[in-house]
């Protein structure tokens, strides 16, 4: 497993580079933005965990450079853990957003889960919950053997939830995931309705939905 870490605090870097090889990850060490777009360019990476501070620039700009590549997961770990900093991580594409001082444990199990989104097969990127798989490269969604075939805002949603990883999340979240796909106008009461075809679609009973689970009074979460 590749991972690039970039990190210009030495002593935090040492450490966490000898923590993460005993793990078994191969970690690829730099300090700066220009250092870390020079690896990107001629390398791929399972992973990459970025400061956001660095001498010569931000973590964001490593974070879209990363993001050309689908198959690269990106873990924020930085001091700047203000509402406006994490919002602008996730949406550059990050994975999760780390705030230090971390623990160790902590952080390698956020990566594993990080990690578990991008199950490799023949090259191609998959999330797997249960017996739903889907590719993102195809945009196909499989349940057991069979090919589930969904409308554009179907799919976006199931993206929307597969990506939370279990979290739950508000009504308004899921609406701001799939707002206007393909000039479909969504709102609070199509919600309800994407919900119901998803769960028919994708669940065993959907009136007793295993997967896309209904948390009263809060949302929807979707996970084992």
Known sequence: ????????????????????????????YCRTVKEGKAYLEKECFDLCILDVMLPDGNGYDLCRQAKKNPETAVIFLTACDDEGNVVMGLDL?????????FRLRELFSRMKSVLRRYHKENGKILFTVGDIK????QAKVWKGEKEIFLTAVEYRLLLTLL??????????????????????????NTLTVYIKRLREKLEEDP???KWIRTVRGLGYQMGE
């Open 1 to 28: 497993m590749k991972l690039l870490f970039v990190e210009d605090d030495e002593t935090i870097a040492l450490g966490l580079c000898y923590s993460l090889e005993n793990e078994g990850y191969e970690v690829t």
């Open 134 to 137: 889907v590719n993102t490269m």
């Open 93 to 101: 594409g990050a994975d999760d957003y780390i705030a230090k001082p």
């Open 207 to 209: 009136a007793h939905p």
């Open 163 to 188: 990506c939370a990883e279990g979290r739950i999340l508000s009504r308004d979240q899921l609406l701001e995931g799939i707002w206007d796909i393909g000039g479909d106008y969504v709102n609070d």
